[in-house]
C-alpha cells in the first residue's frame, strides 16, 4: 500500500506569531482518519515569527524530536537544559513522568522554520532525558543519514521506540534506496524542494504511507531535503 497526502490537506493553524502545518490531528485540527502512523502522532511544520515562541509548558510519555529546516530555536527545560538548535541539528526530548520547557526564536529579523515530530515511546513513565547533535549537510547530501533511532547507532540520537528516522538532501542525479524488513511500515516527509518518491512525484510538505513495500526509493530531487520514517 502506498498512500500520497498533499501539503494542502494537511490541518492548517495561523496564530500570528505561530503558522502551523499539521500531517496529523493536533490542537484544533481533529481528522480521525489522520490520527497518525504507527508509532509516529505528530508532524508539525511550524514557522515562529522573530521575537516570539512557545512558553514554558508540559509534556509527558512521548518522544519529542526537533528538527531546524531555517533560524534558530532557543530551548530551555525543567531538567536543566538550555541550547539553541540550528539547521543540522536535531532534538531529542523524552517527555517520560514529565518534563516543562520553552521555545523561542530570539531573532529579530528572520523566523524560525522547523518539524516538531512526536513519537509515541514504547512504555510510559521512563525517566526524562535529553540528547542534541549535529549531523552535517554532506553527511545527508546523495545518502541516507540514521538521526534518531533506538540503539543510538551511527551516532544518532536514541529514541526509546522500535523507530529509525533518516535526513537525505536529493539534487540531479542523487539516489537513495532503503529496503524494507517484512512487517515494517515508512512514511516519507518532503521537508523543502520537490523530489520522486517510489515513482510519485512530491513538493515540500507532502508525504507517503508505504506498507508492504520492498523498500523506499527517492530521486530527481530539486533542493529536497526528506525525513524517512522506518516504523515498526
Not at 524542494?193 to 504511507?209: F, H, M, Q, S, Y
Amino acid at each position: 500500500m502506498i498512500e500520497l497526502r498533499k501539503s494542502g490537506e494537511r490541518g492548517y493553524a495561523d496564530h500570528g506569531w505561530l503558522k502551523s502545518f499539521h500531517s496529523f490531528s493536533f490542537a484544533g485540527y481533529q481528522d480521525p482518519q489522520h490520527m497518525g502512523f504507527g508509532s509516529l502522532r505528530v508532524i508539525n511544520e511550524d514557522r515562529v515569527a522573530p521575537g516570539t515562541g512557545f512558553g514554558t509548558h508540559a509534556h509527558r510519555d512521548m518522544e519529542i524530536v526537533s528538527y531546524v529546516l531555517e533560524g534558530a530555536l532557543a530551548h530551555q527545560d525543567s531538567m536543566g537544559n538550555g541550547s539553541s538548535i540550528v539547521p543540522g541539528d536535531v532534538q531529542r526530548m523524552s517527555a517520560g513522568t514529565g518534563v516543562t520547557h520553552s521555545e523561542f526564536n530570539h531573532e529579530q529579523d528572520r523566523e524560525t522554520h522547523f518539524l516538531q515530530i512526536w513519537i509515541i515511546p514504547a512504555r510510559q513513565g521512563i525517566a526524562p532525558g535529553y540528547e542534541q547533535k549535529h549531523f552535517e549537510a554532506a553527511d545527508k547530501r546523495g545518502r541516507l543519514c540514521l538521526v534518531a533511532s533506538q540503539d543510538g547507532i551511527d551516532g544518532s540520537v536514541v529514541i526509546h521506540q522500535d523507530a529509525r528516522i533518516f535526513a537525505t538532501l536529493l539534487n540531479g542525479p542523487e539516489r537513495v534506496v532503503h529496503p524494507m524488513a517484512g512487517g515494517r511500515r515508512a512514511y516519507a516527509h518532503v521537508a523543502t524542494g520537490a523530489v520522486t518518491v517510489n515513482g510519485l512525484e512530491l513538493v515540500a510538505g507532502d508525504a507517503l504511507k508505504l506498507v508492504d513495500v520492498a523498500g523506499v526509493e527517492m530521486s530527481q530531487g530539486r533542493d529536497a531535503e526528506v525525513l524517512l520514517f522506518d516504523l515498526a
